[in-house]
């Protein structure tokens, strides 16, 4: 899986880089009507709008699972204190001896059963 991801990056990066050539040609950017247009390379036009959509599709999706990562905190401090009290309650269960007669998994109409013999 982590060669696949290489892969897809190299590929990513070799078709930003062929992008980048191949459209050198000097664009005007009016940013702000009132001001001078500013004037810049094609590909940093495109390049850059495209990381600005995927800096905010990742922010949009961040805040979309908040729920979901704050369900993941509450339940994993659910279960430390469901283990805790599982520890505590084994830990009072263990001063409990066994005399040899009783089996709790053994319902006792099977211990006093005849055995069969062959």
Request: some cysteine.
């Amino acid at each position: 899986m982590a060669l696949l991801r290489w892969i897809a990056g190299f590929l990513l990066i070799l078709c930003a880089g062929t992008f980048a050539v191949f459209n050198r040609t000097r664009v005007d950017v009016i940013w702000n009507p009132v001001e001078e247009p500013f004037s810049l390379p094609l590909y940093a036009v495109g390049l850059g709008a495209l990381t600005l959509g995927f800096l905010a599709g990742g922010a949009c999706v961040w805040v979309n699972m908040g729920s979901l990562r704050r369900d993941k905190r509450r339940q994993k401090k659910d279960i430390k204190r469901l283990e805790k009290a599982l520890a505590e309650s084994t830990a009072c269960e263990s001063g409990y001896e066994n005399d040899g007669d009783t089996h709790p998994a053994v319902p006792h109409a099977l211990l006093s059963a005849p055995a069969i013999e062959r």
